[in-house]
Nanobody
Framework: QVQLVESGGGLVQPGGSLRLSCAAS????????MGWYRQAPGKEREVVAT???????NYVNSVKGRFTVSRDNYKNTVYLQMNSLKPEDTAVYYC?????????WGQGTQVTVSS
């Protein structure tokens, strides 16, 4: 069983920055494809960014140029650096990963962008 734990969320003003972390632990030590998703109240969950085992990244158009996903395989941690935050970025952000062909989700961390 793999456990994913997100951290780093909080309240930030428009234009500010946050860095989210997702730490993986459990029986698997493999490098997994991972992603960040978000869900705003009343809306469905959407993918924000993904990173492959080799480090290839993809982003939803609305965050390109503002968000950066990266990973530290030694620490089994994936990050989401969020810059130039907008109120529209307000959501619960979830980390997921595919370990041994099984999909795991974290509990989520709240990001609120408000003046």
């Amino acid at each position: 069983q793999v456990q994913l734990v997100e951290s780093g969320g909080g309240l930030v003003q428009p234009g500010g920055s946050l860095r989210l972390s997702c730490a993986a632990s459990g029986s698997s030590n493999s490098i997994a494809p991972m992603g960040w998703y978000r869900q705003a109240p009343g809306k469905e969950r959407e993918v924000v960014a993904t990173i492959s085992r080799s480090g290839t990244t993809n982003y939803v158009n609305s965050v390109k140029g503002r968000f950066t996903v990266s990973r530290d395989n030694y620490k089994n941690t994936v990050y989401l650096q969020m810059n130039s935050l907008k109120p529209e970025d307000t959501a619960v952000y979830y980390c997921n990963g595919l370990f041994d062909n099984k999909l795991y989700w974290g509990q989520g961390t709240q990001v609120t962008v408000s003046s």
